[in-house]
């Protein structure tokens, strides 16, 4: 966890940290430059808008490879990895999410570069989404 | 017994220009269990799931996602294209069953 530079990864559930370790093993990403879009309040957690961009030109040289979301208090964290390619020229993906309450979503971009840029956006939900 | 992964949706803008980056959007239906919810007996209901889509243009890779239970029902994706020339996408769902859905988009370019 000290790996990952505050505030992303401000108080994060362990089970999130470990599945981003999963994933980017021991490299420690920046702040920044990938975006999340989601309301701030949601009053269903059934079905949440969801906006990944990430600034980029999105050439075979300098691109984005992957990009991966986490709900940080879900009963489970992996939401969805988005895995992006230069024929889309530009990086963005959007779907539709579950959160179980109010919590955290936490967006890991990978670059063509290796570069990892991480951002967290919070989301405040009404009825949550995981269905008891 | 998986469940029914319903006829697949893709809508494209109606007039394309050459190099124009444009967005695709799909839905599917599908009930995306979570494995998390139980029954009235108390029996967990088990994963049953969306849990992966791919688009490929002419062969070549576009856009892939992996879906996690934490996907809302009846998957919503959307991602842009960058349309240099006329050819065809194609998109593939797969279930956790390994079962799939396909379907073709055609993409023309205006005049």
Redesign the interface.
């Known amino acids: 966890l000290s790996l990952l530079p505050k505030p992303a990864a401000a108080q994060m559930e362990p089970a999130t940290a470990a599945a981003i370790r999963k994933i980017i093993g021991e490299r420690t990403p920046e702040e920044g430059r990938v975006q999340l879009r989601l309301p701030p309040i949601a009053e269903n957690g059934?079905?949440?808008p969801l906006t990944v961009t990430v600034e980029s030109p999105?050439t075979a040289a300098d691109h984005v490879k992957a990009v991966h979301v986490f709900?940080d208090k879900?009963?489970?964290p992996?939401?969805?990895?988005?895995?992006?390619?230069p024929?889309?020229?530009?990086a963005?993906?959007?779907?539709?999410?579950?959160?179980g309450q109010t919590q955290d979503v936490i967006a890991v971009a990978e670059m063509s570069d290796g570069k990892l840029y991480i951002s967290r956006a919070e989301v405040k939900v009404t009825i949550g989404?995981?269905?008891? | 017994m998986a469940a029914p992964i319903g006829q697949p949706r893709v809508r494209l803008p109606a007039q394309i220009k050459a190099g124009e980056v444009i967005e695709i959007r799909t839905l599917i239906s599908h009930i995306m269990e979570t494995g998390q919810r139980r029954n009235q007996e108390g029996q967990i209901i088990p994963r049953d799931i969306i849990k992966s889509f791919t688009c490929t243009f002419e062969g070549q890779p576009v856009f892939s996602m992996d879906l996690h239970p934490a996907i809302s029902a009846n998957p919503y994706i959307a991602f842009p294209f960058k349309a240099e020339r006329a050819g065809n996408l194609e998109m593939v769902w797969t279930n956790d069953a390994g079962e799939q859905r396909k379907l073709t988009q055609a993409v023309r370019l205006a005049e």
């Open positions: 059934n079905t949440v999105m709900a879900n009963p489970t992996d939401v969805a990895t988005f895995r992006f390619s024929a889309m020229g530009r963005q993906a959007d779907t539709r999410i579950r959160l989404g995981c269905g008891g």
